[in-house]
């Protein structure tokens, strides 16, 4: 078992930055994969960036130069930091983990990108 919660949204202007924190508590040595995913209002859930356990990275085409996802193995937190925020960058961010085949969900976090 592995719980997840995820810290650092908040409203912010566009051209700004962000930096999302998620802190997984249980089972994390097991965890292999984390990833970000983000839903916007009235769209599906997609994925932002992906990180596996030795640091290997894959991006989502619009995170691609503006976003960084990172990992912190010791204390089992992934980041994401997020630059030049757009109003298309607003919605709920997730923390995602992968353990033994089967995958965990924080509770999301809300992010705003609006003057």
């Known amino acids: 078992q592995v719980q997840l919660e995820e810290l650092g949204g908040t409203l912010v202007q566009p051209g700004g930055s962000l930096r999302l924190s998620c802190a997984a508590a249980g089972e994390t040595a097991r965890i292999t994969d984390m990833t970000w995913y983000r839903q916007a209002p009235g769209r599906q859930r997609e994925s932002v960036a992906i990180i596996s356990k030795e640091g290997i990275t894959r991006y989502a085409d619009f995170a691609k130069g503006r976003f960084t996802i990172s990992r912190d193995n010791i204390k089992q937190w992934i980041f994401l930091q997020m630059n030049r925020l757009t109003p298309d960058d607003t919605g709920v961010y997730y923390c995602?983990?992968?353990?033994?085949?089967?995958?965990?969900w924080g509770q999301g976090t809300q992010v705003t990108v609006s003057s």
């Open positions: 995602h983990a992968l353990l033994d085949g089967k995958g965990y």
